[in-house]
């Protein structure tokens, strides 16, 4: 069965082997699906499916990311600087280099 789905979807085997977990329809949905009654199973099928997909790429992407906490943001106390238009226009005129 695995052999003729990767013939049919043109996907590499190893695909049809991943640990990730696979959702259903979000709850909420379902009582949305119900009054829609003249859309086919196959449909929602579909598009559930195409949602695993899109978040088990998503989920790669965001492990495959270096993410650098902190980088460049400066914190201004507000107590400081007495008057949050003074702060927006320090951010605003300095650059990244500057901070």
Not at 8 to 19: D, G, V
Not at 48 to 65: K, P, Q, T
Not at 81 to 88: A, G, I, S
Request: net charge negative; glycine share 6%.
């Amino acid at each position: 069965m695995i052999d003729r789905a990767v013939g049919i979807y043109e996907l590499p085997r190893s695909f049809f082997f991943q640990s990730d977990t696979v959702y259903g329809a979000p709850v909420s949905v379902h009582s949305m699906w119900r009054r829609k009654a003249n859309v086919p199973v196959r449909d929602i099928d579909r598009i559930i499916a195409e949602l695993n997909i899109r978040v088990m790429h998503i989920r790669r992407l965001l492990d495959a990311a270096e993410i650098v906490e902190g980088y460049g943001i400066p914190r201004l106390d507000i107590d400081e600087y007495q008057d949050p238009k003074r702060v927006v226009g320090l951010v605003c005129v300095l650059g990244p280099s500057e901070w």
